[in-house]
């Protein structure tokens, strides 16, 4: 349809309307049921760009001056020929706000990653710790806490505004939805605040919060050769090897059918620790676990590096 000026000049027109279906739009952080879609086309009738907005969007574009996202659900591009913006299914709202938050703490939770390693060294080394390494440790901590306090109102802040950005989408779409099933225009997005909402009575944080950045990198370790390791680290050591070996064996055992389970004595909850009498060694947590030696305790350790398969692994018993 092509649209004349009283002279029947030929003119540009848009084309709006509402539309229900599912789609994912740009800056936004749900899937959308309902929203507004607006054709642009040139003098001789042909689209120019087909814009999809959700409701927030929309409103946003008529009331404030500034930069709104929209999707492009097609488009000219600089050949003239019409294309589509693929927009990402976005992350949930938990990913999202998990990728906020480690953006922000990151340097904090490498410097305690950093400090946990340095007094895990300490205790397990035959060295005399000096006032130096102590006040380094101490520093360290004092870092931790001033930067966590300073951390908090931002990462607050983030999480109420990612929140309430679901949650006035959520009221826009229960709206739509309610009028379309009764044929009415009478439910406002607010009406569904208290549903949605409840009833806050807290102070929200200072919104003109900001993050401390820190990009502290975690330190280079060497690790440590077992012949001089410690019970404890054996057993730490052990430990991770055979909770490596529990999720393997869980996968190997998960297609097969319940009499060759019920052959298998499967691990549970494998986990080994050490103190100054030795190893002790758990492969079925129910069960109770025993005690080895510090030297078998080396020996057991050496084998758990070289395997490759499950196949290839045995408890120390016959080791």
Not at 238 to 243: H, V
Not at 280 to 304: P, V
């Amino acid at each position: 349809m092509r649209m004349h000026d009283d002279s029947g000049r030929q003119m540009s027109h848009v084309f709006l309307r509402q539309v229900n279906r599912s789609i994912y739009l740009n800056d936004t952080l749900s899937e959308q049921s309902f929203f507004v879609e607006m054709e642009v086309k040139d003098p001789n009738g042909a689209l120019v760009c087909d814009i999809a907005m959700s409701y927030e969007q929309f409103v946003r574009t008529l009331l404030f001056n500034g930069d709104v996202p929209v999707t492009l659900l097609k488009y000219r591009n600089i050949d003239g020929k019409l294309s589509e913006e693929k927009v990402p299914i976005p992350d949930s709202s938990r990913d999202s706000l998990i990728k906020d938050l480690d953006e922000t703490i990151g340097g904090v939770a490498n410097r305690i990653i950093d400090m946990r390693k340095d007094l895990y060294e300490i205790l397990n080394s035959t060295k005399t710790v000096s006032k130096k390494k102590i006040e380094d440790l101490l520093e360290q901590i004092k870092v931790i806490e001033s930067h966590y306090n300073s951390n908090i109102p931002y990462v607050t802040q983030e999480a109420v505004k990612k929140v309430s950005k679901i949650q006035d989408n959520a009221k826009s779409q229960l709206a739509i939805a309610m009028n379309q099933m009764i044929g009415s225009d009478s439910f406002k997005p607010e009406h569904f605040t208290r549903l949605i909402e409840g009833e806050s009575i807290m102070a929200l944080p200072d919104y003109t919060a900001e993050p401390v950045d820190d990009d502290y990198k975690l330190k280079d370790r060497e690790e440590k050769n077992i012949d001089e390791m410690t019970n404890m680290e054996l057993g730490d050591h052990i430990s991770k090897y055979l909770k490596a070996v529990e999720v393997t064996e869980q996968k190997v055992f998960e297609n097969k059918s319940d009499k060759e389970k019920e052959s298998k004595t499967k691990m549970y909850g494998a986990h080994a620790s050490g103190d100054n009498k030795g190893v002790y060694i758990t492969y079925i947590s129910y069960q109770g676990g025993h005690k080895i030696d510090t030297e078998k305790a080396r020996r057991y350790l050496k084998f758990l590096k070289t395997i490759k398969t499950y196949g290839e692994f045995k408890s120390d018993y016959w080791f």
